[in-house]
């Protein structure tokens, strides 16, 4: 979900506690139709989390009947999608032949490789309806021999996700291990990614498990070291250190991360590479119709002429 350009995010106050090595206060662009998206990711201090190597916020909006989402079809290569929602649904579609409706708390991981193209759109049902929207799309840099792996798609639904349960505290580990639990999604790189909410005046650990953390507040405010912060923002943690997030009001926050991969990437709209000529290949096959069409799809957004 590439659908956008937006302005890259800006660094936030440098104050903080001794194990935080960078704030970023993510950048708020409106796509049209009160659609809000916030990126964190990448930054001109930091490209990755891990292999985060993008992180968008969108919404929340309220599309009314008879409007919703359409992201026309478009490529990915070197990457894999995380498409996780709260609020609403989405009907995705790919060239590799899946056709999956999303929905909230569930795990959507896309991995391109070598190449693949989707489309996002509302499902027939919700843009009848109408229907409220609230999510997160990550990008996954792939490792570099890993690069051109063949495509695949992931769906997990939220109740084939293992969750943890505690007085205030309420954990759904998507992706890797936390809090004692594993992912059933198949990974080729070690990160993770856990939606932890937790009510006012409860607490909860940050694993130093992983080599690279951070924190994403979407909704509330949080004290850690006797620093507060309020969401949205994207915290992140040296390595090692030992984390305790405080939550100030009621909560939503995702702990991710992994460990760093062998050196930074090229990024030109949707395609992500350790090598610039294959983000060249990448345009000439998109702009030549080289990649596979996407099932019941009938438009495609052209290569962006920069």
Known sequence: MSWMPSNDPILGDPKSCDALELMIVPRTRDLGDGFAVRRALPHGKRQMVGP????????????VAGKGMDVRPHPHI????????FDGKIMHRDSEGNIQEIQPGAMNLMTAGRGIAHSERTPD?????????????????LPKAQEEILPSFQHYAASDLPTVRDTGLSARVIAGKAFGKSSPVAMVSDWFYVEVTLEAGRSAPLDTDYEERAIY?????????GDRFTAPQLLIFRPGDRITVNAV?????????????????HIWWNFVSSSKERIEQAKADWKAGRFDPVPQEHEFIPLPER
Do not use: C
């Open 52 to 63: 985060f190597i993008f992180f968008d916020h969108f919404g929340p909006v309220q599309y």
């Open 78 to 85: 070197g990457l894999a999608t995380v498409t996780y929602l």
């Open 249 to 265: 009001t009621n909560t939503r926050m995702m702990f991710l991360g992994g460990s760093a991969l062998e050196g930074p990437r």
């Open 217 to 225: 507040l979407v909704e509330g405010e949080v004290q850690i070291a």
């Open 125 to 141: 049902v919700e843009r009848a309806e109408g229907q409220k929207m609230l999510g997160l799309q990550s990008w996954i840099a």
